[in-house]
């Protein structure tokens, strides 16, 4: 009796084990289907640019070197959602005409040519930032860090990780999860 109920206990672990896979694996394969749309992809930008603003309490002094840091993260974030636009439009031209992937050498110019757009934008957000994080306290420096996931994911400031500000290596190869 005490095999039955131990085999039958292991039974309902494997099973379990296995229903709650399949579902985290339906799960993940339902969400990298989902593509946001360049609304939702401006509507998002705007929220997190808004709580880096707001996490950040910047005094009088301070909020007068907002303006040019937020708007070298709009120039990086329309770059990005342009990038996204003009992919997915390739994409539905290339489906409906049955045409073929770029070749090697195509995709290597393209992708060259998005770093060098990104690597302008990031550099003009770090110009940008330079003057207002030298007057950031340790607390603004720490929450500026929380919220730009930079203490998280060990990254570097501005960027953000997973569907957020960020360089270039699985966009440009054509993943369909932009960042902005």
Known sequence: MRKFAIAGI??????GTTAVYAQHRWFHDHM????????DRAAMADAKIAAVHAGLKLN??????????????RDLVKIRIDRAKAREAAAAAAKA?????PD?????????????????????IAD???????TLDDGQK?????????????GEGWRFQHG?????????????SERL
């Open 10 to 15: 292991a039974a309902l672990a494997i099973a």
């Open 32 to 39: 990298a289907h989902m593509r946001m749309s360049p609304e």
């Open 60 to 73: 009088a002094d301070q909020e007068k070197l907002w303006p040019p840091v937020e708007s070298a993260v």
């Open 97 to 101: 005409d049955d045409q073929q992937k």
């Open 104 to 124: 090697p050498v195509t995709r290597l110019r393209t992708r060259a040519d998005n770093m060098t757009a990104s690597a302008a934008a990031l550099k003009k």
């Open 128 to 134: 940008a930032a330079d003057p207002l994080y030298k």
């Open 142 to 154: 720490r929450r500026l860090a929380m919220l730009t996931h930079r203490g998280h994911h060990g």
């Open 164 to 176: 957020r500000f960020g360089g270039d290596r699985d966009r440009d190869r054509g993943q369909d």
